[in-house]
């Protein structure tokens, strides 16, 4: 009875120690390197619990990469948005994968704490172009 509830783990080589969030909502949480910033973020990667993560790797690696580029863009929108006490000090906090291989379609979020309060920004993402902000606290 108890093997209903066990939850599926796996070891990825880019995003780490991984649990399966089960079949309804087939996505894996985990926390990878963020290598524009050097930092630990945490990934919510959509993918059934025996998917290969060839797509996400890739689209994964492809937004690393082209980080530099597209950050710039990505900030300002949330700046726009932010409260006046957290428009500096932004970092990645987290961010969705979506099996896609294909960027410039992909929906996709990113998010941003604020490291002078307690808010958190997260960015709709289509490709690379932010759509909106959202603003918890």
């Not at 808010?119 to 918890?136: F, H, R």
Request: net charge negative; hydrophobic share 35%.
């Amino acid at each position: 009875m108890f093997d209903l509830f066990k939850r599926v783990r796996r070891d990825d080589p880019v995003f780490g120690s991984m649990l399966y969030m089960g079949d309804k909502l087939e996505y894996w949480e985990g926390k990878a390197h963020f290598s524009p910033t050097g930092t630990e973020i945490e990934v919510f990667v959509s993918g059934t619990s025996d998917d290969s993560m060839s797509q996400q790797h890739g689209f994964y690696e492809t937004v690393c990469l082209r980080w530099s580029e597209w950050s710039p863009q990505i900030t300002a929108k949330v700046r726009l948005e932010a409260q006046p006490d957290s428009r500096e000090g932004l970092e990645v906090s987290s961010m969705s994968i979506p099996k896609s291989g294909f960027i410039a379609d992909a929906e996709w979020e990113v998010s941003f704490s604020a490291q002078s309060s307690a808010y958190v920004y997260t960015v709709q993402m289509k490709g690379a172009n932010p759509e909106s902000v959202a603003c918890d606290r």
